[in-house]
């Protein structure tokens, strides 16, 4: 297995995942900087415990994040909410966590960062809504917390879990704020799972008929 990490380089294979431990803010910017071309290669930071984690997701990860943001566009657009997506986007707190979601979106707060080239959260807002796809690492809700994502979907197992920020704790909830009217922890793991086996077009358009038809 060709697995190297060091200041000026990162080659993972697809599923790895390492940890390292005494690291500093500075460690995790050289990092990023040498990570180049690799975008597919996530890293995270945390002040707390002195770690970087750096992962490299497996085609199933990449194919999954892919679905789940399309239904949220799909949810967008059906609610007829404007937003604008990233994928990836690093966040950052200066000195405290670093962390890249599988995906994420502004959308009550799109104006704010319209025309930016980059997201500084010293002044900029977090996005509104942050998507995890966990299969071969744990996403822990607080490893948001400092960045204040108010909405966090972490799909695992097939399963979707919403956590709400409170601005001190993250919260599991059963509805998403974002889309109070439609139940999205039933029926996102059944077109992000649809998707996997009958192809992502079928199963967007499916999803679209639901909404359109019932919500």
Not at 37 to 65: C, G, N
Not at 124 to 146: G, H, M, N, R, V
């Amino acid at each position: 297995m060709d697995l190297t990490v060091t200041k000026d380089s990162i080659d993972l294979p697809p599923g790895a995942e390492v940890i390292l431990r005494h690291q500093t803010w500075s460690d995790y910017q050289a990092l990023l900087a040498s990570r180049q071309d690799k975008a597919a290669i996530k890293i995270y930071f945390d002040a707390t415990t002195h770690e970087l984690r750096i992962m490299a997701p497996l085609p199933e990860h990449s194919k999954k994040s892919d679905t789940l943001s399309d239904l949220v566009k799909s949810l967008l657009r059906h609610l007829k909410h404007d937003w604008e997506g990233f994928d990836p986007l690093t966040l950052k707190r200066f000195e405290q966590k670093g962390l890249e979601p599988d995906a994420c979106f502004y959308i009550q707060n799109r104006e704010a960062i319209l025309g930016k080239e980059r997201i500084d959260l010293e002044s900029d807002p977090p996005p509104d809504l942050a998507l995890e796809i966990d299969l071969t690492s744990s996403t822990k809700p607080e490893d948001y917390t400092a960045i204040g994502v108010p909405e966090l979907w972490i799909y695992r197992n097939q399963t979707l879990n919403i956590y709400l920020f409170d601005g001190q704790h993250y919260q599991e909830s059963s509805k998403s704020s974002l889309f109070p009217t439609i139940p999205v922890k039933e029926l996102i793991p059944v077109y992000v799972e649809r998707a996997w086996n009958a192809g992502s077009s079928v199963a967007l358009r499916e999803f679209e008929n639901i909404l359109r038809e019932q919500y």
